[in-house]
């Protein structure tokens, strides 16, 4: 499975961004999927997840009630809705894939390359 995340850019802080992670391969409906970001200088931490049903969905206690995590398998796509952003959440942010729902980024098999997403103050 190959992913590749796009929609990062450039935002005021309070603007929302909406993240995308298409992959290229129809078994990515069977993956869970995750988020993580890693800001300069930092170890590369844990956003969000989404099992591979959408059913159940998980977030970081930093972005929690801002950040909304998606899915649409027809599409082979996942997303991540960033709104009321803050400097602090400028980072690369990754998509990844994994056979296990969890919030560690050991267990995830498949990575996509990174968007860069700054929040200005």
């Known amino acids: 499975v190959q992913l590749q995340a796009s929609g990062g850019g450039l935002v005021q802080a309070g603007g929302s961004l909406r993240l995308s992670c298409a992959a290229s391969?129809?078994?990515?409906?069977?993956?869970?999927m995750g988020w993580f970001r890693q800001a300069p200088g930092k170890e590369r931490e844990f956003v969000a997840r989404?099992?591979?049903?959408?059913?159940?969905?998980d977030y970081a206690d930093a972005v929690k009630g801002r950040f909304t995590i998606s899915r649409d398998n027809g599409k082979d796509t996942g997303y991540l809705q960033m709104n009321t952003l803050k400097p602090e959440d400028t980072a690369v942010y990754y998509c990844?894939?994994?056979?296990?729902?969890?919030?560690?980024?050991?267990?995830?098999?498949?990575w996509g390359q990174g968007t860069q997403v700054t929040v200005s103050s």
């Open positions: 990844a894939a994994s056979r296990s729902l969890t919030r560690s980024s050991v267990f995830y098999d498949y």
């Open positions: 391969d129809n078994i990515f409906s069977r993956y869970n």
């Open positions: 989404i099992s591979w049903t959408g059913s159940t969905t």
